[in-house]
């Protein structure tokens, strides 16, 4: 699944937003969507049942159409063009059997034009409650502070992903209480502070060390605490010791040029954790006329000092790693380096009309770049020039991914990218850059067209179960970019919208249990208007272990 | 009104051992020496030691600096360039006194601040449906409408979203004293997810719209149960489009539907336009009268905002509205020093630039039925570059006064003018008073040629205000500076305020030198600092005041560079 870190990143990066499902053409024919919320075997009346558009869903906002329960516990939701959906009931005091332990939640609907889609049924079960208060070692509540569950055992794991708003959001109150509802029956481990410490303590925040329930700081020896099926766990206290100011660390940034120091460098601070960047957080300050930069109180752990990605520097650079253990750091340096420039323009595949070519001031060029070492990639956007040209950059040593997205983040792209050359050669796994680099002639070829492309994936046997993941990436015949991917529904059905004509193939993969997966591909033609109809059959029994 | 008259005055010329020692002379190249700022947070004079500090320089880079407290609740930013800051505390669950000053207190490198801070209200109750079933996970707040005082808040005040629990109970922690409505359901200023209520209209505690809400009147550290009875009704579709002008940027354009009450906005609810042409849509409006403008912060750092639409939402949807957004306006100008040759001014320290910041005070327009305007973007306020040029950006239309603080004793705000510009209606090359009239900005405009003249000659004079017998000064008490000399009356830059502090002491610097008569009584008419006392509005309380302090008779005369202190009032 090489193409999950990247999602997660535009994840991280997306803003709330709403979308609202309007009609764009009134002549097509609507669909429905219907089903059942069921508790106990019986209906359960007045849940709020909601569904978005695929992909609006990643952006976090998204409640587009809603329909409540009736008596008998059924929803419909018509009216809707063909698309990808997800569906998801509003039961925050309830466990979702269906909850899949991803986001977005909910449960997938491939809807074809003008059809009904039936029984898109939701199972409740009541939930528990973990309660409880968290005071320091002088008896003060512990006030606003974020509380750490962590679910003892992988099936219990899956469901709390139904935790309204979220598992990360549960804090303590005033009086230092906090509730946490709508837990699936089993164990848990309960906590106060974490490794991520820096997030808060930076801005000027003490911190706790991490302490669980009751009072230890070894996760082995937490008191476990297990609740039954909406059962009330009470007086789930944590008694933390008191909070902690953290170092500083200081340095210069420094011009790896010629020596000298920069000065107003907006820059933050990357955490790293066993070994990798693990979170990266901004807004930490701008580098002093000396070119100095400071930040206070961090917590023991590891750390480098990087610029601002996007703070419109023409530079780049961080520190190199440092620990903080049990005193300040100072006389860091971190060196600074111009940024390379990557140049080329956009290409539309066939003769396009006009208006075609003016919606291309719609699509922005997407660059995420890899920097040498980091695993944490960043986005950039940049705008394409009337003429199709456009330039990304300053950009620091690696490799940059191009690809296209709309200028409205709220929307699917209307273009699809086709292949990301330079000089003939494909480009699209990315482009090495040096510092300082020129790169000039890279060719984005997009294609627009209104083909539809729906398939069926299934074992030999019969339906494939819902739970298996099925990865659906579409691509040209021997070009290695994915043109666009979704996954399979409830159904085993999945469907590409907005495909311009040509020749592509639909690569299909099955992640089964144990790490292994089934991989299987068909070539596909489709033009402008037409849906083309393709089907798999996968034989699960032959399921490699993947390459390393 | 408490009545003060001057008891004697000593117009002792050499001694300069008063509270605030003279300053050593500067040089004028900048430093970069680093240094800090140091301070405490108390309550109730134990340390608070969840609090934490933000220093922001007040500047083109607004990046905040933040600090934690030790045990003892003292605090330490370091390695701060020259220049001027704010200093910020929040703490959970505590909230900052209130200081009474209407001029944001601005510090530098050395400076000590001292925080006291209250325990906040809490705002705790049930969110209950119909049929008195718990409504679970709804998002509740509570918004602030009147200050402490009982006066309206130009901008009501949303505080977090708090969801209900399993059984329909929330918690609203850490209020500011104040009026207080609370509201449940709707889409709310932050964004948890997809949540079930999000269309609904909102219903005011106890089971109101927001016309009939509960007015709850909350004290610090007090906690009052307002339970809500849900009423969960879908309202209106306000809709329609927004454009944006074609740029380097791709327009992410957010919408903004602020309720109007008696005039004034309330509450707001955002959303965003979908694609260039797709539109916006809000759900879940009650009926009532409304705001309605775009706006979008471009990644240059410009905000535009579209010009904003009353509607009004009465039993039926509001479809096919049009929004254009254009630049917000901006302000360019310079600082002029003007030096002198006076002996009694050799050697004093002269304004550093980067301590210099101008600050642009909108006008409150009263609330009226039919008018209404944008709120305020970002901070209006800037330092001068290192030429003493100054940029203020993304201002909303409105009528401004423009107010100039530096650091140095014994220079004096002389003037604030304006060049006409051709396209103004005056003619142009005419220089406009921007002291005695206000700057108008209209949306997609600029002002340019704004120049602040900073002379050197000022004066300081400082004392005692003493008391007779056993009495206690009032709080809130100012000692006032009105110009004595009949042409200078109308010359809002004559006017100086000071606070006398806990002690009687009081220092006024700055002060362009001429007679003047003094007066000491409380802030009426709010004229607690500069800011509100030499704006261009307060015309008419100027005036009363000059009428007051020329009753007293207690002249006094203050000569270019001169220090006269040890000045005394007896209270009476």
């Known amino acids: ?548 | 009104m408490a009545k003060f008259t001057l008891a004697f005055a000593i117009a002792l010329m050499v001694q300069p051992a008063h509270a605030q020692s003279t300053p050593k002379p500067t040089p004028e190249t900048a430093t970069t020496k680093l240094g800090s700022i140091t301070g405490r947070v108390l309550a109730d004079g134990q340390p608070v030691i969840n609090a934490s500090i933000a220093v922001t320089r007040v500047s083109a880079t607004t990046a905040s600096r933040f600090a934690p407290v030790n045990d003892n609740g003292d605090f330490e930013a370091k390695g701060l360039d020259t220049g001027v800051y704010r200093v910020g505390v929040t703490a959970p669950g505590y909230v900052t006194t209130p200081t009474g000053l209407d001029q944001e207190p601005y510090y530098r490198v050395g400076d000590s601040v001292m925080f006291t801070m209250l325990k906040g209200g809490v705002i705790t109750g049930r969110v209950l449906s119909a049929d008195d079933e718990p409504v679970v996970a709804v998002r509740v707040r509570a918004i602030r409408i009147r200050d402490e005082n009982g006066k309206l808040v130009s901008a009501p005040e949303l505080n977090i979203d708090r969801l209900t629990d399993d059984r329909g109970i929330y918690r609203i922690f850490g209020l500011r004293p104040g009026t207080y409505v609370v509201s449940a359901g709707g889409r709310g200023s932050s964004g948890y997810g997809v949540n079930g209520y999000d269309h609904d209209v909102p219903t005011y505690a106890p089971s109101s719209t927001r016309d009939t809400a509960a007015e709850i009147l909350l004290g610090a550290a007090e906690e009052k149960t307002i339970d809500i009875h849900y009423r969960g009704e879908a309202g209106h579709v306000v809709s329609g489009n927004a454009t944006a002008p074609a740029g380097p940027d791709s327009p992410w354009i957010s919408i903004n539907l602020a309720r109007l009450i008696a005039g004034a906005p309330d509450v707001k609810m955002s959303t965003y336009q979908n694609s260039g042409t797709k539109g916006f849509e809000f759900s879940g409006v009650a009926d009532g009268d409304y705001l309605i403008w775009a706006q979008y912060a471009s990644t240059s750092g410009d905000t535009l905002v579209s010009e904003p639409r009353r509607i009004i939402v009465r039993g039926a949807d509001v479809n096919g509205l049009e929004l254009s957004t254009k630049p917000l306006a901006t302000v360019a100008g310079e600082f002029v020093l003007v030096p002198s040759t006076l002996e009694a001014c050799k050697g004093k320290r002269r304004p550093s630039f980067d301590e210099t910041v101008v600050t642009l005070q909108r006008k409150q327009k009263p609330s009226t039925k039919t008018e209404a305007e944008l709120p305020s973007f970002g901070a209006a306020q800037v330092t001068a570059n290192n030429s003493g040029n100054f940029v203020l950006r993304n201002l909303a239309p409105g009528q401004y006064g423009l107010e100039a603080r530096f650091f140095a004793h014994y220079w004096y705000l002389q003037s604030i003018t304006q060049r006409a510009t051709a396209s103004s209606k005056e003619i142009a090359g005419q220089t406009i008073d921007l002291a005695r009239s206000s700057l108008t900005l209209r949306l997609g405009e600029g002002a340019t040629g704004v120049r602040v003249t900073l002379a050197e000659g000022g004066a300081t004079l400082s004392g005692q205000v003493e008391t007779t017998g056993n009495q206690s000064l009032p709080a809130q008490l100012f000692v006032y500076l009105v110009p004595a000399e009949k042409e200078k009356v109308d010359d809002p830059l004559q006017y100086s305020a000071a606070q006398v502090d806990g002690h009687g002491a009081f220092a006024i610097d700055q002060v362009a030198p001429g007679r003047y008569w003094l007066i000491t009584k409380t802030a009426a008419d709010n004229l607690s600092s500069n800011k509100s006392l030499r704006s261009p509005d307060a015309h008419e309380a100027r005036a009363k005041l000059w009428r007051e302090a020329e009753s007293m008779k207690s002249e006094v005369a203050l000569k270019p560079c001169q220090n006269v202190s040890g000045y005394s009032l007896v209270f009476k």
Not at chain 1, 12 to 21: D, E, G, H, K
């Open chain 1, 1 to 548: 699944m090489s193409s999950l870190p990247r999602s997660a990143l535009i994840i991280a990066l997306s803003l709330t937003c709403v979308y609202i499902v309007k009609s764009q053409d009134t002549r097509a024919k609507r669909g429905s969507i219907t089903g059942r919320v069921i508790a106990a075997n019986k209906g359960v009346a007045g849940v709020t049942v909601s569904i978005s558009m695929s992909g609006d869903a990643l952006s976090g906002g998204g409640l587009t159409l809603k329909s409540v329960t009736d008596d008998d516990g059924r929803f419909r939701i018509s009216n809707l063009p063909a698309g990808t959906y997800y569906v998801w009931p509003f039961a925050p005091a309830s466990v979702v059997a269906e909850a899949t332990g991803v986001s977005p939640q909910g449960k997938v609907v491939a809807l074809a034009e003008a059809e009904t889609v039936e029984d898109v049924d939701f199972h409740l079960t009541p939930g528990a409650v973990i309660t409880g208060r968290v005071t320091d070692a002088a008896g003060r509540p512990v006030i606003d502070e974020r509380i750490r569950l962590l679910p003892v055992g992988a099936d219990v794991r899956r469901l709390t992903s139904s935790i309204y708003p979220g598992i990360n959001d549960i804090r303590t109150d005033d009086r230092g209480v906090y509730r946490i509802f709508g837990l699936p029956a089993g164990k848990y481990k309960v906590s106060i502070g974490d490794e991520y410490g820096a997030f808060t303590s930076t801005k000027g925040r003490r911190f706790f060390p991490r302490t669980f329930h009751p009072d230890v700081a070894e996760e082995a020896k937490a008191e476990v605490v297990e609740v039954t099926e909406g059962g009330e766990a009470t007086n789930v206290d944590i008694t933390v010791a008191r909070s902690m100011t953290g170092f500083s660390a200081s340095g210069r940034f420094i011009d790896a040029e010629n020596g000298q120091p920069v000065p107003n460098i907006s820059f933050g601070l990357t955490i790293i954790v066993g070994g990798r960047p693990s979170g990266f957080m901004s807004g930490n300050g701008v580098s002093t006329s000396d070119g100095g930069f400071r930040i206070d109180n961090l917590p023991p752990g590891r750390y480098a000092v990087s610029i601002l990605p996007r703070s419109g520097s023409v530079f780049y650079g961080e520190s190199s790693a440092f620990d903080i253990t049990d005193g300040d750091v100072t006389d860091l340096e971190a060196k600074v380096h111009r940024g390379a420039l990557i140049s080329g323009n956009v290409v539309i595949e066939g003769s396009p009309d006009r208006s075609v070519l003016a919606r291309l001031a719609q699509a922005r060029v997407e660059t995420v770049m890899w920097a040498e070492g980091a695993n944490i990639g960043t986005v950039n956007y940049t705008n394409i020039n009337p003429d199709g040209s456009f330039q990304v950059g300053p950009l620091q040593a690696g490799k940059a991914t191009l690809r296209l997205s709309s200028a409205d983040r709220n929307v699917p792209a209307e273009f699809a990218l086709l292949s990301v050359d330079l000089n003939g050669v494909d480009k699209s796994p990315g482009i090495q850059v040096t510092a300082g680099e020129n790169i000039s002639g890279v060719r984005l070829v997009v294609g627009y067209g209104t083909g539809t492309i729906r398939g069926s994936v299934r074992g030999e046997g019969g339906a494939l179960s819902p739970d298996i993941y099925v990865y659906v990436a579409l691509v040209r015949p021997g070009n290695a970019l994915t043109i666009t991917s979704t996954r399979n529904d409830a159904r085993g059905r999945f469907v590409f919208e907005r495909v311009p004509p040509g020749n592509y193939e639909v690569v299909v993969t099955a992640y089964l249990d144990n790490n292994k997966r089934v991989t299987a591909r068909q070539p596909v033609v489709t033009s402008d208007g037409a849906i083309t109809e393709v089907t798999f059959t996968l034989n699960l029994n032959e399921a490699p272990t993947p390459k390393p």
